[in-house]
């Protein structure tokens, strides 16, 4: 018997993501409950971080939906669905060439279309290449929609009045238009889709009445049992697997949340784990899973200690020295002491190209998990944003004092980021001392908008400060015809040609001649600090007479001290307005021509 032939079919992995709100954990949920109420205590276990669902329950349901859906000749042993919240878990799924999870469910609220969250995780979906459904959920939020309980779409959809089924078919428009703008080339509901391969599917469903719900699974299944069972395929050899979660549990201590994508695991296994230093070796004291129907998330749930388990599967792991585990690292366990060394090798570098590359002057970036870690590195830099120092774990002392010694480098990257993590005491009061921001969020775009939008204020009110202590480029033209003195003080009238005009900066002419510094700017009486482009005004300079010291239609220039010039260039071009860049170039030329030809350089 070949290798392949002894490789037998393993329950796919499903991962669930999309905006906050739009239903993820409902689905779940009503899924769940149906099975649950059809066959109370039979059949469905719930591990750590993930819901399992036997073919057997799942046909019962779909029975109920639509008979032709009980059917369906469905060769899957059923399947398993991530439900760790959001798409922060799907960025801890993570092996070796690509994504743990075999396929997603991308869920959009169809009255609200698509939102910043959606397109992040279509952005994982796509660097992990992984397939994906959209579940255009809460149908029944639409105006008119009469919902029937657990029915098949199209067969709900049907029975809807025409304005109804219109507008419904109107907002998958929007989500389809969406996702064409976004380079998708081919997006539709799935009854209106001949090819999988090449089109993305779009069931309409709601976690309330679970319209469409059946129609969603049959989907799922038919898309796995027909494109992906080549990768369901796995041996009964040692698990591999990723950590979802290491904490402590009431009663176990110190404890490893682990998601198996293959092979299985058994009391007593010799295992290798991604460490924060290095791999760590320990030994498997128990295997976990929850009881039947217990709530995963319920503190008081109870669990039963089992002997194996094989993919796919969520459980709990219990062994010693497992304090420096990494979330989001690979998990191997070791069947001959022979492989030992390789194994340790391969997880080393797998870790290893998780690494981030750091800068002298950067942030600090703090995050729950490995696979986060890599995901927020990748927004920072697209951003242009950066890093300093990337590690996993709580923001602690350190990091403050780190980000303290990047202050003087770089001020505005003078700050912890932290993702889905706690903020130590010591931290907090260090920060104080420091003054050094910290921001945490666990939504990676909120983090960084708000980062950036702090970056971007102080930079500007730095802008801000620094330029209002230079003088700025000015070019204003005489009127001949508003002579209202001609000495003791020069009073006349200008065009304000090209920047901003203030009181108290000295002037020059187009030939280079200095005549004093501007004394007072008027219109209609009111004394003005400045004068804008397009302003017209009367100006005042003592020390001058016209017609003796400059003429009655004379183009001037603000004078600018050869310092301020070279900072304008160096530090604030970007800065100035089109106009005021103008009469800057005009002005150097000026000053070369009467001067030096390197002046201002």
Known sequence: MTEQEKKIIRAPIACILGHIDHGKTSLLDYIRGTIVQKREAAGI???????????????????????EFAEKDIKLPGILVVDTPGHAAFMNLRKRGGAVADIAILVIDITSGTQSITWEAVKILREKKTPFIISANKIDRISGWKSI???????????????????????????????????FKGIDRY???????????????????????????????????????????????????????????????KTIDLLIYDGIIRKGDNFIVGGLEKP???????????????????????????????????????????EDVVAGSPFRVIADPSEEESVFSEIEAEVESIKIKTDKAGIVLKTDTLGSLEALENHLTKNGISISIA?????????????????????????????????LPEAKEQAYIDNIRIFTNNVIYRLLEDYIEYAETRRAEDTAKELGELILPAKIKMFPEYIFRNS?????????????????????????????????????????????????????IRGIEIGRDIGKDETLFVNLPESHVRQLMAKFLNELTSDQ?????????????????????
Do not use: C
Not at 51 to 59: A, L, M, R, V
Not at 153 to 181: A, C, M, T
Not at 214 to 239: D, I
């Open 45 to 67: 276990t719930q591990h750590i971080g993930a819901s399992y669902f036997p073919t057997e329950n799942i046909k019962d349901f779909l029975a109920k939906s639509k008979k």
């Open 149 to 183: 309980k657990d029915a098949d779409f199209l067969d709900s959809y049907n029975k809807q009045k025409p304005h109804v089924r219109d507008f419904l078919d109107e907002k998958i428009l929007q989500i389809i238009g969406s996702f064409l703008e976004e380079g």
């Open 191 to 253: 009854d209106k889709i001949k090819d999988f391969t090449k089109k993305i599917a779009i069931i309409p469903t709601s976690a309330k009445s679970g319209e469409g719900i059946s129609t969603l699974l049959m989907v799922l299944m038919g898309l796995v049992q027909q494109y992906l069972t080549q990768n369901l395929k796995f041996s009964e050899g040692p698990a591999k697997g990723v950590v979802l979660e290491v904490k402590k549990e009431k009663g176990y201590g």
């Open 280 to 322: 760590i070796k320990s030994k498997v004291r128990a295997l976990l899973v929850p009881k039947p129907l217990d709530e995963i998330r319920d503190p008081r749930q109870k669990f039963d200690n089992i002997d194996l388990i094989s993919a796919a599967a969520g459980l709990k792991v219990l062994a010693p020295n497992i």
């Open 391 to 423: 590690d996993v774990g709580p923001i602690k002392k350190e990091d403050i004092m780190n980000a303290n010694i990047v202050n003087e480098f770089d001020p505005y990257s003078a700050v912890v980021l932290g993702f889905n993590v706690p903020i």
């Open 488 to 540: 003791n003080p020069a009073v006349f009238g200008v065009s304000v040609e090209a920047g901003t005009l203030k009181s108290k900066v000295p002037l020059i002419t187009d030939k280079g001649k200095l005549i004093g510094r501007v004394h007072q700017i008027q219109d209609k009486g009111q004394s003005l600090d400045k004068a804008d482009k397009d302003s017209e005004v009367a100006i005042s």
């Open 581 to 601: 860049k103008e009469a800057l170039r005009e002005y150097i030329q000026l000053k070369r021509e009467k001067e030096h030809p390197w002046w201002g350089m």
